[in-house]
């Protein structure tokens, strides 16, 4: 496997609330995981480091994760622990109430993948030069296109497409979404809403399919991002199969 990761503040932040990590744990099971950070006070960058850093810290100290279902059961559990850590910053730190994180995550063993998330925060599978998304964004915006009462071309420009559902931080309790997914990808990106605001899936299609390093095709999207705005901080974390 090869692997790259990188966070980009963007051209219109003035700071980057962002936190990205791909990282191994003994048996070089993976974990990829993105987090947008949101609230006053820079409390975001607070928020999406806590998460980031928690959850890596604990996956790097086990030697495996065990089977699938000891995986589910794990990433719930630490996402839990996550999400109360940052629940108790609030409340020690009342200047940053309102703050929370987006979490999007892949598990990747040799017996199987997995994807969780909250928030909308994106996750995608490669195969033959084509990404296919796996989450669900937790928006109001997507409620309304589930329900029917939006289209998606209406929800794109919709003046509350970013309002979000749910978010690690904003209670005491959350629940993630766990999805399991076939292992025969040829890669791995996930991704904040600062790449995929600013370009669609073909344009992000057309940079995958680029023979490029993994490097290579993180700083082009995140290039392109800039070149079309850069209206938000743009992290992404990108893996794929050594020859793909």
């Not at 219109?12 to 003994?26: F, L, M």
């Not at 990433?75 to 910053?89: G, L, Q, R, W």
Request: hydrophobic fraction near 35%; include cysteine; charged fraction near 25%.
């Amino acid at each position: 496997m090869e692997y790259f990761y990188l966070t980009d503040p963007g051209k219109v932040r003035d700071h980057n609330e962002d936190s990205v990590i791909i990282t191994e744990n003994y048996e070089k099971e993976v974990l990829l995981a993105v987090a947008d950070g949101m609230g006053g006070h820079r409390a975001g960058e607070v928020a999406s480091s806590i998460a980031i850093t928690h959850i890596a810290s604990r996956f790097k100290e086990m030697s495996r994760i065990g089977n699938q279902e000891d995986a589910i059961n794990w990433i719930k559990d630490t996402v839990s622990e996550a999400n109360m850590k940052i629940y108790k910053y609030t409340e020690e730190h009342p200047e940053s109430v309102g703050m929370g994180t987006t979490l999007v995550v892949a598990i990747l063993t040799p017996e199987f993948l997995l994807f969780g998330n909250i928030g909308d925060s994106s996750g995608f599978v490669v195969k033959q030069g084509k990404i296919y998304k796996i989450t669900s964004d937790h928006t109001l915006v997507n409620l309304l296109v589930k329900s029917g009462e939006l289209t998606e071309d209406e929800a794109k420009h919709h003046p509350r497409k970013n309002v979000l559902m749910k978010a690690l931080g904003a209670t005491n309790t959350v629940e993630m979404d766990v999805i399991v997914v076939e292992r025969d990808v040829d890669a791995i990106l996930l991704c904040s809403d600062g790449l995929t605001n600013m370009l669609d899936k073909e344009q992000i299609e057309h940079v995958i399919d680029e023979d490029l390093t993994p490097e290579e095709k993180v700083r082009k999207l995140i290039h392109k991002s800039n070149n079309r705005g850069g209206n938000d901080n743009i992290s992404i974390a990108y893996l794929r199969k050594v020859g793909v």
